[in-house]
């Protein structure tokens, strides 16, 4: 299902493809044929109305598809379908009202109804309706008597209710089966984002960890060589001039090298991974 705007008055429109509704009007189009068929049999006026009938379910058929290619330009679409209904109003109303009389025609009205719900804006859906309204009152009541008329209109509306009904539930529920898909989709997106930020977030933790650690390393380690190999050269001065402070300046140095190992250790212990 796609939805354009239109340019001219704002209104939004759906282009649609086989829907429930939809596949129920090729019930409705078959049991007129069937019926009309057996109903004008050997008379003068089956071939016109098998004539209007195909017709009638050859657009019927072609209307998806078509909206489906001048989808692109809102123009061509209203056009054509300016074009459309009043074709389909007028072969209605000409197999409604052929002679003998036959009420059975005019259920062709329910499947245009759940069309132009589809094809137009609310307010204009309406009009269409009441106007097939119209002139299902005139021809049943025109074709039949006064109560037997209304009777059959209170039924008609009754179905069309029905179908519209069950149409705009079925239109309901793909809309929602397609939002879910959209909002699995939106959140394996986020999650894979979120992951994304994961190993970005792990990989800064480990520079500022190896930064520490070199920060460290500088700061304690390496002074702490350094300083030894400033009391190794004062060692070695002392063994020439006082020989004997040597032992206390060897003695210096290994606690100065146990402290420096004990740092290593320390530092090389927070590298392992845990």
Same mark, same amino acid.
Request: with cysteine; glycine share 6%.
């Given at each position: ?36 068929? +057996?109903?004008?049999?050997?008379? @003068?006026? !089956?071939?016109?109305? $098998? *004539?209007? =009938? /195909?017709?009638? #379910?050859? %657009? ?81 009541? +025109?074709?039949?008597?006064?109560? @037997?008329? !209304?009777?059959?209109? $209170? *039924?008609? =509306? /009754?179905?069309? #209710?029905? %179908? ?96 420096? =190992? /004990?740092?290593?250790?320390? %530092? ?7």
């Amino acid at each position: 299902m796609k939805r354009i705007e239109d340019g001219a008055r704002g209104d939004t429109t759906l282009v649609h493809g086989y829907q429930g509704g939809y596949l129920i009007g090729f019930v409705i189009i078959g049991t007129v044929v069937l019926r009309d068929t +057996l109903f004008y049999q050997g008379q @003068a006026q !089956l071939v016109t109305a $098998l *004539l209007l =009938l /195909a017709t009638y #379910g050859l %657009l019927y058929i072609l209307e998806p598809w078509l909206s489906g290619r001048l989808s692109w330009s809102t123009g061509l679409l209203r056009l054509y379908r300016f074009l459309y209904f009043p074709v389909q109003t007028f072969i209605v109303t000409g197999l409604a009202n052929l002679q003998p009389f036959t009420d059975v025609s005019n259920l062709l009205y329910v499947p245009l109804c759940i069309q132009v719900l589809r094809a137009f804006s609310r307010e204009v859906a309406i009009l269409w309706m009441m106007l097939y309204l119209a002139l299902l009152t005139v021809t049943l009541i +025109l074709g039949m008597d006064l109560f @037997a008329g !209304l009777a059959l209109i $209170l *039924l008609y =509306l /009754a179905v069309c #209710g029905f %179908l519209i009904s069950y149409d705009f539930l079925y239109s309901r529920t793909q809309a929602d089966q397609a939002e879910s898909q959209r909002l699995l989709a939106d959140l394996q997106s986020a999650h894979q984002k979120l992951q994304e930020y994961a190993a970005q977030a792990e990989e800064l933790a480990a520079t500022r960890e190896r930064n520490r650690l070199a920060r460290e390393l500088h700061d304690s380690v390496s002074q702490a060589i350094f300083s030894i190999t400033l009391s190794s050269q004062s060692a070695r001065l002392l063994l020439d001039r006082e020989p004997a402070r040597v032992p206390e300046q060897i003695d210096r140095l290994q606690v100065m090298t146990g402290d420096a =190992l /004990a740092q290593l250790r320390s %530092l090389i212990a927070q590298l392992r991974p845990k």
